[in-house]
Antibody
Framework: QVQLVESGGGVVQPGRSLRLSCAASGSSFSSHGMHWVRQAPGKGLEWVAVISYDGSDYYYADSVKGRFTISRDNSKNTLSLQMNSLRSEDTAVYYC?????????????WGQGTLVTVSS | DIQMTQSPSSLSASVGDRITITCRASQTIRASLNWYQQKPGKAPKLLIYATSSLQSGVPSRFSGSGSGTDSTLTITNLQPEDFATYYCQQSHAIPFTFGQGTRLEIK
């Protein structure tokens, strides 16, 4: 079992930066790949980024590549998402999610989400 | 990117009904297909992974099947708590794209 709690959301002006955090507790955080998924108001789910269990590999959606950076600190059981050059279309609830074990990838535990609003 | 298309986009059903939601990928995804349930204001919940594996704790009235590019989520004996939005997701290739969602409503 993994418990995930996001923080860091808020209202930010276009072009500014924001850093989201996801605190993990329970099962071994350092053994799981971790993802960020977002959901714009009234819209569907959009995958944002993934980082490997040890932080050595990471990938991004094209919509955030070059602006967002995913990172993790396994000593602190924390996942982060640094968001720069924010745009109005980045407004969404951001969820962190852990990746299950095995031959297939899936998101088995999710946080409750943190709302990011990009507005002047 | 692999595009995921769900159908229908919305569905009305009654308690006790059996319903099916379909998800089609734009290319083969080799069984790397997951299903999530989301209720308003809540985080998504994993129901089915790898096309047909039931996540621990999920009732057996939920099942998944499929091959190649087409996958199906079936819910039998619908319960009041099942009325929600359902998303498929492919995890065969990055980006791990989601379908647009299917909203299941009470008739």
């Amino acid at each position: 079992q993994v418990q995930l709690v996001e923080s860091g959301g808020g209202v930010v002006q276009p072009g500014r930066s924001l850093r989201l955090s996801c605190a993990a507790s329970g099962s071994s955080f350092s053994s799981h790949g971790m993802h960020w998924v977002r959901q714009a108001p009234g819209k569907g789910l959009e995958w944002v980024a993934v980082i490997s269990y040890d932080g050595s590999d990471y990938y991004y959606a094209d919509s955030v590549k070059g602006r967002f950076t995913i990172s993790r600190d396994n000593s602190k059981n924390t996942l982060s998402l640094q968001m720069n050059s924010l745009r109005s279309e980045d407004t969404a609830v951001y969820y962190c999610a852990s990746q299950g074990y095995g031959s297939f990838y899936y998101l088995d535990y999710w946080g409750q989400g943190t709302l990011v609003t990009v507005s002047s | 990117d692999i595009q995921m298309t769900q159908s229908p986009s919305s569905l009305s059903a009654s308690v006790g009904d059996r319903i099916t939601i379909t998800c089609r990928a734009s290319q083969t995804i080799r069984a790397s297909l997951n299903w999530y349930q989301q209720k308003p204001g809540k985080a998504p919940k994993l129901l089915i992974y790898a096309t047909s594996s039931l996540q621990s704790g999920v009732p057996s009235r939920f099942s998944g099947s499929g091959s190649g590019t087409d996958s199906t989520l079936t819910i039998t004996n619908l319960q009041p708590e099942d009325f929600a939005t359902y998303y498929c997701q492919q995890s065969h290739a990055i980006p791990f794209t989601f379908g647009q969602g299917t909203r299941l409503e009470i008739k």
